[in-house]
């Protein structure tokens, strides 16, 4: 199963986005879809993950509260609304699969482009 992130631009510090994530095959209920984000020079970390059969969500501590991750089964998407956008919220977004939320894919794993978000002050 291949994911694509998009939605990423420039807003300013305050503002919202909307991320997409969509699903080029099947994701069976046991499927986690995270969201990551990796600014240059920094590991990448999770920001989000949803369970794809229950849509049970758990968040990283720094987006708790103006984050939310949703997904749409009919489209094979998940989304990421970003609210209360902050310069440090800056970074390339990922969308990867998982069994458990926050688990990263190995090595070999192809991350894509990614969708970059810039925050202004």
């Known amino acids: 199963v291949q994911l694509q992130a998009s939605g990423g631009e420039l807003v300013q510090a305050g503002g919202f986005l909307r991320l997409s994530c969509a699903a080029s095959g099947r994701l069976f209920s046991s499927s986690v879809i995270n969201w990551f984000r990796q600014d240059p020079g920094k590991e990448r970390e999770f920001v989000a993950a949803i369970r794809w059969g229950y849509g049970t969500t758990v968040y990283a501590e720094s987006v708790k509260g103006r984050f939310t991750i949703s997904r749409d089964r009919a489209a094979n998407a998940v989304y990421l609304q970003m609210n209360s956008l902050k310069p440090a919220d800056t970074a390339t977004y990922y969308c990867?699969?998982?069994?458990?939320?926050?688990?990263?894919?190995?090595?070999?794993?192809?991350w894509g482009p990614g969708t970059l978000v810039t925050v202004s002050s």
């Open positions: 990867a699969r998982s069994t458990s939320p926050g688990d990263k894919p190995g090595p070999s794993y192809n």
